[in-house]
């Protein structure tokens, strides 16, 4: 855009110059010529004329005169006038008639009959008489018309070509700055092996040698800590196993216990449920950070996991546009079943439980959970999508408090399926809750580029 912009400016400036120079030129150079040929015939008009000379005998002395291309005399002598063939002396601009009047020579560019002339008049003091000469600039016109044209024509010429060349030069530079912007999308995407090619340039090498090494560094990072994770989870399974056999063996027997330790006894069971699905939930977290999270996929009929979805809750209202009997995709049952559990358990959580559930579809497909809750604050609306975010709401929970990770999750599993989720306030104007998930209608599975 810039070079267009610089090629177009200079190309003006140019043409510009180039006119306004050309036309001088031009104009100076038929003015000069026409001056000087009125001053010669206009001495030899005097040297011609007699005191007994008479409008009659100016036709023959006319004829003896220097014509220039394009050029007409008038002649006054006395009260009469000798027009030229296409002009009289009622044509010549009105301030150089005044000018002779007062007897002192003069020329002007002006219009005549509609078109530019330059008329130079010369007293012939020794008589009564004035000569004129116009001359034409019609043909000086035309040819700076042309000239107009043609660097019209040029300047168009040399902006495509500046456009063009910038566009080159642009896309040359800018090429290594896509590839890394390109590579630093990949890694946002979980494409944690993504590296940068050798460069042309050598200060660009050192810079894609740079990037490389701080996506290993990355890379090592994120396997470390989702190892970590995993590793942990791993070793919680196992006493975990052994609580919540115990816990078992106690709650199968809790009619021996007391009411204080009944009372103890389900606070534990509560908190155990709540650990056991935070380690699992850790797991599949940590799958996803080390990169090998993977979609197993099959025939899917959205309407029909809808209306499984949602069987077993009778206050749910499942919307299907009327047409839709029957929308196959390929996608992961699990994680879709995941996905919907986690809406659903949500807006029991925060929003007095879910109302409705709506699919609707086009280029892709939009499946909505709307609740009758307080809503989420246009604020949170990005946040509560992180790992253990609880929003303003956190601190309201009751006892069966969540993880802080179903929606995490929900984003994840999302993302291999190439969908997004969002939250929103209700369509119908009522106060709730409304999260939406996208998915595509073809699923597009892709191996990540290792080099850019």
Do not use: C
Not at 229 to 248: F, I, K, N, Q, Y
Not at 268 to 286: H, P, T, Y
Not at 340 to 351: S, V
Not at 425 to 447: C, H, K, M, N, Y
């Amino acid at each position: 855009m810039l070079f267009a912009v610089g090629g177009l400016l200079v190309s003006s400036l140019l043409a510009v110059s180039t006119l306004v120079l050309t036309r001088r030129q031009l104009v100076e150079s038929r003015e000069g010529a026409a001056a000087a040929m009125a001053v010669g015939n206009a001495t030899r008009l005097s040297n011609q004329l007699t005191p007994d000379s008479t409008i009659e005998d100016l036709p023959t002395i006319a004829d003896s005169l220097t014509r220039l291309e394009g050029g007409q005399r008038i002649i006054r002598l006395g009260d009469a006038w000798l027009p030229a063939p296409e002009l009289d002396h009622d044509d010549l601009p009105a301030d150089l008639l005044e000018r002779l009047e007062r007897r002192d020579a003069g020329q002007v560019l002006a219009p005549v009959r509609g078109e530019p002339h330059f008329v130079v008049g010369i007293p012939l003091t020794a008589f009564d008489a004035d000569y004129y000469a116009v001359v034409d600039l019609v043909e000086v016109s035309e040819t700076l018309d042309d000239l107009r044209i043609i660097l019209l024509g040029a300047g168009a010429v040399t902006t495509v070509l500046a456009a063009l060349l910038g566009s080159w030069a642009s896309t040359r530079m800018l090429r290594p700055l896509r590839r890394i912007r390109g590579a630093a999308e990949a890694i946002a995407g979980g494409h944690l092996d993504t590296r940068l090619g050798a460069q042309a340039d050598p200060d660009l090498d050192r810079l894609s040698d740079s990037f490389n090494e701080m996506a290993r560094a990355l890379e090592e990072r994120i396997h470390r800590d989702a190892r970590f994770a995993s590793d942990v989870s791993h070793e919680l399974r196992s006493p975990l196993t052994t609580l919540m056999a115990g816990v078992g063996v106690l709650d199968a027997r809790r009619d021996e216990l007391s009411e204080r330790s009944r009372t103890a006894l389900d606070l534990l069971v509560q908190d155990l449920e709540r650990f056991n699905r935070l380690v699992n939930e850790l797991l599949e977290i940590s799958g996803y950070d080390a990169g090998v999270a993977a979609l197993d996929l099959a025939d899917l009929d959205v309407v029909r996991f809808l209306q499984a979805t949602v069987a077993d809750d009778p206050t749910l209202v499942l919307t299907i546009p009327p047409s839709t009997r029957s929308l196959v995709i390929d996608a992961d049952k699990r994680r879709l079943a995941r996905v919907m559990a986690n809406l659903l358990d949500n807006a029991r959580r925060y929003g007095g439980g879910a109302t409705a559930v709506i699919l609707e579809h086009d280029e892709t497909i939009r499946i909505a959970v709307e609740d009758d809750g307080p809503g989420v604050p246009e604020a949170e609306r990005h946040e509560i999508f992180d790992r253990f975010a609880r929003g303003s709401t956190g601190g309201r929970r009751g006892a069966d408090d969540g993880t802080g990770l179903g929606l995490s999750l929900v984003v994840e599993d999302l993302r291999l399926h190439q969908g997004r989720v969002w939250a929103e306030d209700r369509s119908d104007g009522r106060q709730g809750a409304r999260f939406v998930l996208e998915l595509p209608l073809a699923l597009t599975i892709q191996d990540p580029e290792v080099e850019w």
